[in-house]
């Protein structure tokens, strides 16, 4: 079995990914339970890679489609993460008591 050669470039970080990850976002606008987003996340990859990046070559395709996926999950993780992380630390300086001296 020979493995298939991937042609990547530097658009299919910067534009697939980050497709992913807004497109995902607006399936929230839709009443779907939140644990399927990461599966649509996945999915969502698989299409933009094997039907426009990658369009000759199947297993290309699904190779970049579980990184594209991958990749808009762990980003929204971490922003996430960080995000409520910010608003905690924020939330705990103001509920902090001064003293007064």
Known sequence: ???PTIHTNILDGVLAVPAV???TQCFKLFPIPRQYFPTIASILGFLISILISHRGDLWAGVFMGAFYGSAAIGTYSSLKTAWCAYKQKKAKKRKK?????
């Open 1 to 3: 079995m020979e493995f």
């Open 21 to 23: 990850l807004i497109l």
């Open 97 to 101: 008591p001064r003293l007064q001296t």
